[in-house]
């Protein structure tokens, strides 16, 4: 899709695809989605940011090669369809990915679409450019990627290392964006402001059904959520009402169309730097993942609605999470909340805490409600357990680089769980990887995750997934404190809208979306 970004201040020639589509005929072309964002994004360029408020609004400016078919609901394999790339084969041992691509696709500036830019945009995650990313958050991803090669100008093949069957799932991820080759990693990067739009130029024939999509940043929920009531928004930031704000827009607009669905994969964890004695401890920082109530987390953020799960995304938004019986087998998953908690004290007495030692702490997060709120559960629930918590907020814009660096003890944040696991796990637990923040490291578990991304059975790939996800819990790697649900609601002229369960960066795309009005 050809789109201007106007509001920015660098507007960066970006890909429009050529190629033709079939418009079922009640669609009507035209208008604006109106819709807000809980919080302004650090940058535009989508290959550099890790938050859903910039990859959400720039994944309807770019293109991927391959994408998940927009209106399925949750990602998997079999969800991937073409985008840039006309299809896609594998070489006989499962080493080479080939895609032919679509002929006849400009970017912006009437420079046509080729090879060359898939090679080039590669090469900045692989840093293999003279060209750089302020930061390449995605880097490890492609750990196993060799090189990209050039087949003529509308031929490309990824060169892996080992073979690796979810490869393509990659991507289709909403972040897997091609960059043209002749704009700098810079100047692909812009300068929000508190509203911005994205206005469709032209595209496939039939093709969006919208003239744009308009964001205001709105950070306050309850006040978003007055305004969507009052009319000035089509539809509510995907995934982000709470219960009880779902059920007010329900009882004051009997025909806004709703859905509750798990938060795409996201969960609340638990982080620590390893690093900040007394937190080298492994048994004290077993003695906090012993604290947790997670039924309760659940039941006073959530109404109930959510899922207890560990690294990967439990059913039914997920696929490859341990079955709830194996699941309450892993240390501190035991419902027995006071008796995980009485190991817990006998842990820390044993080190030296007690009623009379209390162990004081700061805990990071950043200064959004879903954040903040399960952080101020945390605290709460670490006084169990002989730990006093004061409560630190990070603005947005600064909460990434501030855990990068490492400046902070304890802090509670989201990541997401897929939808594939070579997606997540390399990626947050992968020795010296580019999102393991809390410096979590062990060989044994390195073997495991690549064993399980080169294994195509699928149930045995899920046995090599819960034996990962035992070592993981076993030294309280990150552990996963809950899954939320959360809720999305439109108004009734919004047409073609599809929310996905066990992503929140995969369904922006938008192409099908349309006003009926």
Same mark, same amino acid.
């Given at each position: 899709?050809?789109?201007?970004?106007?509001?920015?201040?660098?507007?960066?020639?970006?890909?429009? *695809?050529? %190629?033709?589509?079939?418009?079922?005929? *009640?669609?009507?072309?035209?208008?604006?989605?109106?819709?807000?964002?809980?919080?302004?994004?650090?940058?535009?360029?989508?290959? #550099?940011?890790?938050?859903?408020?910039?990859?959400?609004?720039? &994944?309807?400016?770019?293109?991927?090669?391959? &994408?998940?078919?927009?209106?399925?609901?949750?990602?998997? +394999? =079999?969800?991937? !369809?073409?985008? +840039? *790339?006309?299809? /896609?084969?594998?070489?006989?041992?499962?080493?080479?990915?080939?895609?032919?691509?679509?002929?006849?696709?400009?970017?912006?500036?009437?420079?046509?679409?080729?090879?060359?830019?898939?090679?080039?945009?590669?090469?900045?995650?692989?840093?293999?450019?003279?060209?750089?990313?302020?930061?390449?958050?995605?880097?490890?991803?492609?750990?196993?990627?060799?090189?990209?090669?050039?087949?003529?100008?509308? #031929?490309?093949?990824?060169?892996?290392?080992?073979?690796?069957?979810? %490869?393509?799932?990659?991507?289709?991820?909403?972040?897997?964006?091609?960059?043209?080759?002749?704009?700098?990693?810079?100047?692909?990067?812009?300068?929000?402001?508190?509203?911005?739009?994205?206005?469709?130029? @032209?595209?496939?024939?039939?093709?969006?059904?919208?003239?744009?999509? #308009?964001?205001?940043?709105?950070?306050?929920?309850?006040?978003?959520?007055?305004?969507?009531?009052?009319?000035?928004?089509?539809? @509510?930031?995907?995934?982000?009402? @709470?219960?009880?704000?779902?059920?007010?827009?329900?009882?004051?607009?009997?025909?806004?169309?709703?859905?509750?669905?798990?938060?795409?994969?996201?969960?609340?964890?638990?982080?620590?730097?390893?690093?900040?004695?007394?937190?080298?401890?492994?048994?004290?920082?077993?003695?906090?993942?012993?604290?947790?109530?997670?039924?309760?987390?659940?039941?006073?953020?959530?109404?109930?609605?959510?899922?207890?799960?560990?690294?990967?995304?439990?059913?039914?938004?997920?696929?490859?999470?341990?079955?709830?019986?194996? +699941?309450?087998?892993?240390?501190?998953?035991?419902?027995?909340?006071?008796?995980?908690?009485?190991?817990?004290?006998?842990?820390? #007495?044993?080190?030296?805490?007690?009623?009379?030692?209390?162990?004081?702490?700061?805990?990071?997060?950043?200064?959004?409600?879903?954040?903040?709120?399960?952080?101020?559960?945390?605290?709460? =629930?670490?006084?169990?357990?002989?730990?006093?918590?004061?409560?630190?907020?990070? $603005?947005?814009?600064?909460? %990434?680089?501030?855990?990068?660096?490492? $400046?902070?003890?304890?802090?509670?944040?989201?990541?997401?769980?897929?939808?594939?696991?070579?997606?997540?796990?390399?990626?947050?637990?992968?020795?010296?990887?580019?999102?393991?923040?809390?410096?979590?490291?062990?060989?044994?578990?390195?073997?495991?995750?690549?064993?399980?991304?080169?294994?195509?059975?699928?149930?045995?790939?899920?046995?090599? +997934? /819960?034996?990962?996800?035992?070592?993981?819990?076993?030294?309280?790697?990150?552990?996963?404190?809950?899954?939320?649900?959360?809720? @999305?609601? /439109?108004?009734?002229?919004?047409?073609?809208?599809?929310?996905?369960?066990?992503? !929140?960066?995969?369904? /922006?795309?938008?192409?099908?979306?349309?006003?009926?009005?």
């Amino acid at each position: 899709m050809k789109r201007d970004l106007g509001a920015f201040a660098v507007v960066a020639p970006l890909l429009v *695809a050529l %190629f033709t589509a079939h418009a079922a005929l *009640a669609q009507k072309q035209g208008g604006i989605l109106k819709m807000y964002t809980p919080d302004s994004p650090a940058s535009m360029s989508i290959l #550099e940011e890790g938050t859903v408020f910039a990859q959400g609004p720039m &994944m309807g400016v770019f293109n991927n090669l391959v &994408m998940f078919d927009q209106q399925v609901k949750q990602n998997s +394999l =079999q969800s991937i !369809v073409p985008d +840039l *790339a006309t299809g /896609w084969s594998w070489n006989e041992d499962g080493t080479a990915l080939t895609l032919p691509l679509r002929q006849g696709v400009k970017w912006h500036d009437g420079k046509p679409f080729t090879a060359r830019d898939v090679e080039c945009t590669w090469d900045l995650i692989l840093e293999k450019s003279s060209d750089r990313f302020r930061i390449n958050p995605y880097k490890s991803w492609y750990r196993n990627l060799d090189r990209v090669g050039t087949n003529g100008d509308y #031929e490309v093949t990824f060169h892996l290392k080992r073979p690796q069957p979810a %490869f393509p799932m990659l991507l289709a991820d909403g972040h897997s964006a091609i960059y043209p080759c002749h704009v700098s990693a810079r100047d692909m990067r812009g300068h929000p402001g508190s509203r911005w739009r994205a206005t469709v130029i @032209t595209g496939k024939p039939g093709r969006p059904y919208l003239d744009g999509i #308009e964001y205001a940043i709105i950070r306050d929920r309850s006040t978003a959520t007055l305004a969507f009531i009052s009319g000035k928004f089509d539809m @509510t930031f995907p995934n982000d009402l @709470t219960v009880p704000l779902q059920k007010n827009i329900e009882s004051q607009m009997p025909d806004a169309l709703c859905e509750l669905a798990p938060q795409g994969g996201q969960n609340r964890n638990l982080l620590v730097n390893r690093d900040k004695p007394p937190f080298d401890s492994p048994e004290l920082r077993r003695a906090m993942a012993l604290s947790f109530d997670r039924k309760a987390f659940i039941d006073i953020l959530s109404e109930g609605q959510g899922e207890i799960g560990a690294v990967l995304q439990p059913a039914p938004g997920g696929i490859w999470a341990m079955p709830p019986d194996l +699941l309450k087998t892993l240390p501190g998953y035991d419902p027995d909340v006071p008796k995980n908690r009485t190991q817990a004290r006998q842990i820390m #007495e044993k080190l030296g805490y007690g009623p009379d030692n209390r162990l004081q702490i700061k805990v990071t997060t950043r200064d959004i409600p879903y954040f903040r709120d399960a952080t101020v559960l945390l605290i709460d =629930q670490l006084k169990e357990v002989y730990f006093d918590g004061a409560l630190e907020t990070i $603005d947005s814009a600064t909460w %990434f680089p501030k855990i990068r660096r490492l $400046d902070f003890t304890v802090g509670l944040n989201l990541q997401g769980s897929g939808p594939d696991p070579d997606q997540i796990l390399d990626l947050f637990y992968g020795c010296g990887s580019s999102r393991n923040w809390d410096g979590y490291c062990n060989p044994e578990v390195d073997q495991l995750i690549e064993q399980q991304s080169i294994e195509a059975d699928e149930g045995r790939r899920k046995q090599l +997934l /819960w034996a990962i996800e035992r070592k993981l819990a076993e030294v309280g790697a990150r552990p996963i404190i809950f899954y939320s649900r959360q809720g @999305t609601c /439109w108004q009734p002229y919004v047409k073609g809208l599809t929310i996905m369960v066990n992503s !929140v960066f995969n369904g /922006w795309r938008m192409e099908d979306v349309w006003l009926d009005k």
